[in-house]
C-alpha cells in the first residue's frame, strides 16, 4: 500500500496550481503575464519567496527551479522557477479557507513578499550603500583636485 501513496503522489502535484513569478512581477504587463493589479504587485518577485510565503502559510508546495515562463523574454536564471502549491484537496474543498482561489493566494503573496526580511535588508542596504558611494566619488574627486 505504500508503493501506492508514492506512485499517487506524483500525480496529485500535477494538480497542484502553477505560480510563476511573472503573475505578481509589478514590472511585467498584462499581456506579460500580470495576474494582479500593478498597484498590488512586488518588484522582481522569486520562486523561493513565493515558495517561503506558502510554506509559512501552511500549504504544501513543490518548487521546480528549472522551468521558465512561457512569455518571459528575458529567461534570466535569477528568476526562474515555478511553485505548484495545493490550493483544493482530492474532494475539491480548499486545503485552507482564506485561500479559496489562485487569485486570493496571489495577492496574499504579492503582499506578504515585501514583508520577507530578505526584502527589508536589500531595501535598507541598499541605501547605505549607495550612499557610501557617493561618499566614495567626492573623496576620489578632492584627491585628484590635490
Excluded at 506524483?10 to 500593478?38: F, V
Excluded at 495577492?107 to 520577507?116: D, G, R, T
Amino acid at each position: 500500500m505504500a508503493q501506492y501513496g508514492v506512485s499517487q503522489n506524483p500525480a496529485q502535484k500535477d494538480r497542484w496550481i502553477c505560480i510563476y513569478p511573472a503573475y505578481i512581477n509589478s514590472k511585467k504587463t498584462l499581456p506579460e503575464g500580470r495576474k494582479i493589479p500593478k498597484s498590488k504587485a512586488v518588484d522582481n518577485p522569486t520562486a523561493n519567496e513565493i515558495r517561503d510565503i506558502c510554506n509559512a502559510a501552511g500549504l504544501q508546495v513543490a518548487l521546480e527551479a528549472g522551468k521558465c515562463y512561457p512569455r518571459d523574454q528575458n529567461r534570466d536564471p535569477l528568476y526562474r522557477g515555478r511553485v505548484r502549491v495545493q490550493l483544493k484537496n482530492e474532494n475539491s474543498t480548499p486545503v485552507k479557507e482564506e485561500f479559496p482561489s489562485r487569485k486570493a493566494l496571489l495577492l496574499y503573496v504579492s503582499e506578504m513578499i515585501p514583508k520577507l526580511k530578505t526584502r527589508q535588508q536589500k531595501q535598507g542596504g541598499g541605501g547605505e550603500s549607495a550612499s557610501a558611494g557617493g561618499q566614495d566619488k567626492g573623496k576620489k574627486k578632492k584627491n585628484k583636485k590635490r
